[in-house]
């Protein structure tokens, strides 16, 4: 069965300052992994997705994350925070033994401070 | 930008009351999902449809009920509310074929019951 683990529940930034999200998921094969955002009383955003080629994806609002196959971990990063970033962020993972349907992770909420 | 709406926003009923969340979306996608969600929580998916007329339970056991009369349409119903189903409700959608095509969530609907 998939799973994913974020393994810290808070993390706190300054503004300015680098961050990196961590998630390492259980699956044999390589499956779909995702990254969402949700703000405040808003509903979850795709940040990026990986499936395939380039172990290095892109997203939205200057956000990238790295697939290590060897780790198990698909870890969240950006070079430098801003207050906007502030919310809970959910790494997800989709696999043929899960039909392939996305299981979440329990989420990370970042502070960031001014 | 997703267009999927939830209502109600938020609710507040007493126990033994039926209640029925609505989702609907205009996207034209063939799979919609509720999931629940507890705050600092995983989401947990409760119930998911590939299409008109089908409907699947999720991971997690929910004596919620669903249907999908119309591609667009996609409540989720409590006969009988107690206090254990306060939660929030996000409902989403994504196209059918590719395991890595987007889901696309709502805001949410919070539920308390008491």
């Known amino acids: 069965a998939q799973s994913v683990t974020q393994p810290d529940i808070h993390i706190t930034v300054s503004e300015g300052a680098s961050l990196e999200l961590r998630c390492n998921y259980s699956y044999g094969a390589t499956p779909y992994l995702f990254w969402y955002v949700q703000s405040p009383g808003q509903g979850l955003q795709l940040l990026l997705k990986?499936?395939?080629?380039?172990?290095l994806v892109q997203g939205i609002k200057g956000f990238e994350a790295e697939f290590k196959r060897s780790q198990s971990s698909f870890n969240l990063r950006k070079p430098s925070v801003h207050w906007s970033d502030a919310a809970e962020y959910f790494c997800?993972?989709?696999?043929?033994?899960?039909?392939?349907?996305?299981?979440f992770g329990r989420g990370t909420s970042l502070i960031v401070h001014p | 930008e997703a267009d999927i709406y939830q209502t109600p926003r938020y609710l507040v009923i007493g126990t033994g009351k039926k209640i029925t969340l609505e989702c609907s979306q205009t996207m034209g996608h063939d799979k919609m999902y509720w999931y629940q969600q507890d705050p600092g929580m995983e989401l947990h998916l409760i119930h998911y449809s590939y299409g008109v007329n089908s409907t699947e339970k999720g991971d997690l056991s929910s004596e919620s009920t669903v249907s999908r009369i119309r591609t667009e349409h996609f409540p989720l119903t409590l006969e009988s509310a107690r206090p254990s189903h306060t939660s929030q409700y996000l409902c989403a959608s994504s196209e059918y074929g590719e395991p890595g095509n987007t889901i696309y969530f709502g805001e949410g609907s919070w539920l308390t019951v008491v």
């Open positions: 990986y499936f395939s080629g380039d172990t």
């Open positions: 997800a993972v989709a696999a043929s033994g899960g039909s392939y349907i996305p299981t």
